[in-house]
């Protein structure tokens, strides 16, 4: 199983980028994936996740209304829409998947089976 994460950078404050995740070797219609972040100095932190079917998805309260996830099941990847960036969403982006992961464990990183390398999101003020 292999999940590549990429569409990090460079943006100002205010400013959009869309990451994307691609999975192979997995039933990717059947796995739960979420996104965390990880900045320097602390822990990893659960960002959304969403659903096998695409319909339910899950946010932290910092990027309620400014962050999407969304997927793909044809394409095997997961998008994450991040809008209205602010410097304190600066951090390594890690997508995760598992295929039986159940919803009060989805903002619990040692619950994920499979991890992405991480891309990183620098947001300046």
């Known amino acids: 199983v292999q999940l590549q994460a990429s569409g990090g950078g460079l943006m100002q404050a205010g400013g959009s980028l869309r990451l994307s995740c691609a999975a192979s070797g997995i039933t990717f219609s059947r796995a739960v994936v979420a996104w965390f972040r990880q900045a320097p100095g602390k822990e990893r932190e659960f960002v959304a996740a969403i659903f096998r079917s695409g319909g339910i998805t899950y946010y932290t309260d910092s990027v309620k209304g400014r962050f999407t996830i969304s997927r793909d099941n044809a394409k095997n990847t997961v998008y994450l829409q991040m809008n209205s960036l602010k410097p304190e969403d600066t951090a390594v982006y890690y997508c995760?998947?598992?295929?039986?992961?159940?919803?009060?464990?989805?903002?619990?990183?040692?619950?994920?089976?499979?991890w992405g390398q991480g891309t990183q999101v620098t947001v300046s003020s």
């Open positions: 995760a998947a598992d295929l039986r992961i159940i919803l009060s464990m989805i903002r619990f990183p040692t619950r994920y089976e499979y």
